[in-house]
């Protein structure tokens, strides 16, 4: 065991603190040159994005189409799940199921175990983050590496990822080489990305040449071939299934496209979508096991049948999890991806997380100025800002909101619901404002005035002045 | 044509200067507008917070208010968004609303979509920065936004160019959201007061002398802060310059 293992992932990877959105990023902005860092390096991101989309003029029908071959695929998913599994099987494939997480879980340490693999290697996958597959293989004694650069930084100092493409997006490059330094004895106080990155490159080499099982996540599942295709950058998936015998690929139910032709729309849109790069490095397409080698791929619902069946938010299952609303939203930028308690982040996570526990994720709705630019910046067209505002509808409905929130919205409704209460009330708060001293208007406890003046009040209200022109045109 | 004048409820208290502006505007181009004295809110803060049983109430009344006109015009594209866009969760299949909500009209959409304006034959010789306010860019689809591709409308942008002497400057982040958000303010305060701060700045390093906006609420938000920390830039409605109003 060495020291990435004597980290104890339980703890921070599956209980986040029970503190709301609010709460959390409120910390992150108290830092306020570390947020404006955030979210400039973030906006670089989604600049790159808007150059790449741009060079393609048929940007916009590329994304109807996105959205089209999704809404078909998931209308007619068991078909195509049960389709996928044939091609799979017939191709030597082993084709698992998982009803949720746990399943997930005990699918892979089982396999694990029956080809007595202690030390596995696993690339990015979001799908194993939500299962906290990670800490239940350790405290069944294996060691697991996650072999994306940015996935290992998090992992190495115990944290979850705070963005589904660029996990390691809120730490320094200082930070960095202290962690490598305090793990794998790197220079101290050496800075360099570039000495910090060969270093990752020999001490992970180590971990691929070792490995007895590499585990994926998958991008895109063809059903009419039975293959899987695995965007990296970094080579890292494909080294780490290549090497060991056992490739363990792990997959959402929604990442079903029907034919291969349709990756043709796909491929174009996910990476210039997520980083602002024509393609990934490495898009690598998989059919059946190697020679000699074992291919499990592991389907996962949890959750997901519940949001194909909901109306509403069934579009939530086109994601392919680029990550561009994240990189667009102004509030994930300036409040991180830790703010959110939830393996996915942004606009996107704040929409799958209440489906999963409402109660627990009852401020993410909220966490949200209805802006929309995530939904105009989906590769696959969810219309995020609308589910987020459907949501609240839930929230409300389930009572899930704070009770000073319900009332004050009734009183709102009783005094806007009657023009003379709304014209009294109108006239008492600009009378108040005009007359009662600032300290007294702007305290502590009125939360618009800590950093905001309020607005100079007017004597005359416009009704009054309309009145009044009216009156003078009439004379 | 029946013209009803929709003002906003904090506008109607707050900035009574925008609804005379838009007032002056429509009546400059010989609209004649009626302000039905019955009317409040449009039920937004309500429905933004989930909590529909509070807005039915308000849309409903709101109906009753404004479905005897040919056309409704208000300075605000974030109203104007709820009763097209938003309303429609609340009824079902009401033939009022489907009239309503294809004649409820931002002012700048009225002017570009209904009355054809090209120009207007006022004076505003300042450098303004234009915050695409976000209901009113994406819902509403004002003016281009940068997250689409390909052609787009422009209308605020526009009337706003068409201006004498106006310059309007080019900001770094074209159509970033300023945090007002509604109860977004105030519940996620931190987030909002740094979103509004970036804005300012933006405008201000772009050279900017006024911010203008389709939207009285995110100035609220953007005055607030510049009151505070004594920022040189000044904010006004786009009614406000297209009525040709003074700086100052």
Known sequence: MNAIHNTNHTGSRNSPPALDHPQLANIFTADQARAHWHDGALWFVRQKRDRMAKAIPEWEELRSLASQIKAHALANLPEYLELFERQATEMGAVVHWAADGQQHNQIVYDLLKENRAQRVVKSKSMLTEECHLNPFLEAHGIEVVDTDLGEWIVQLRGEPPSHIVLPAIHIKKEEVSETFHQHIHTEEGNYDPTYLTRQARHHLRQKFLGAQAGITGVNFAVAETGGLVICTNEGNADLGVSLPNLHIACMGIEKIVPRWIDLSVFIRLLARSATGQPITTYTSHFHGPRVGGQLHIVLVDNGRSAVRSHHTFQEALHCIRCGACMNTCPVYRRSGGHSYSNTVPGPIGSVLAPAMDAHKHHSLPYACTLCGSCTDVCPVKIPLHHQLLAWRGEMAERKLIPLSKRLSMKMGRIVLGNSLLFRTGGWLARFGLRMLPKWLTHHRLNTWARQRDLPIAPKQSFRALFQQRKKRHQD | ?248
């Not at chain 2, 302000?35 to 009753?64: H, I, K, V, W």
């Not at chain 2, 994406?138 to 940068?146: P, Q, V």
């Not at chain 2, 106006?166 to 958000?181: A, H, M, P, S, Y």
Request: proline fraction near 4%; hydrophobic fraction near 40%; include cysteine.
């Open chain 2, 1 to 248: 044509m029946r013209v009803g004048l929709f003002i906003p409820c904090y506008v109607d208290q707050f900035y009574p200067q925008v609804g005379m502006a838009t007032v002056e505007v429509l009546e400059r181009l010989g609209i004649e507008v009626d302000f039905p004295e019955a009317q409040t809110c449009c039920g937004q803060p309500m429905a933004n917070t989930g909590c529909l049983d509070d807005t039915r109430p308000l849309a409903d009344r709101f109906l009753q208010i404004f479905s005897g006109y040919d056309h409704v015009v208000s300075p605000s594209g974030s109203c104007v968004s709820m009763v097209r866009h938003h309303y429609e969760a609340l009824f079902h299949n009401d033939a009022r609303l489907h009239h309503l909500s294809e004649h409820t009209w931002e002012l700048c959409e009225f002017l570009v979509d209904v009355l054809k304006v090209e120009k207007l034959p006022v004076r505003f010789p300042h450098r303004v920065g234009l915050h695409s306010s976000c209901h009113g860019l994406r819902e509403l689809r004002l003016d281009a936004c940068s997250e689409r591709m390909g052609n787009q409308h422009s209308k605020v942008r526009r009337l706003l160019a068409g201006i004498d002497g106006i310059q309007l400057v080019d900001l770094k982040r074209c159509d970033e959201c300023c945090g007002f958000g509604g109860t977004f303010a105030v519940a996620e305060e931190g987030v909002s007061i740094l979103m509004g701060v970036d804005r300012i700045e933006d405008h201000v390093a772009s050279g900017a002398e006024v911010m203008t906006a389709t939207d009285a609420s995110c100035l609220m938000h953007l005055e607030g802060i510049i009151r505070r920390r004594n920022i040189p830039l000044r904010t006004m409605h786009v009614a406000e310059i297209l009525a040709g109003r003074n700086w100052q």
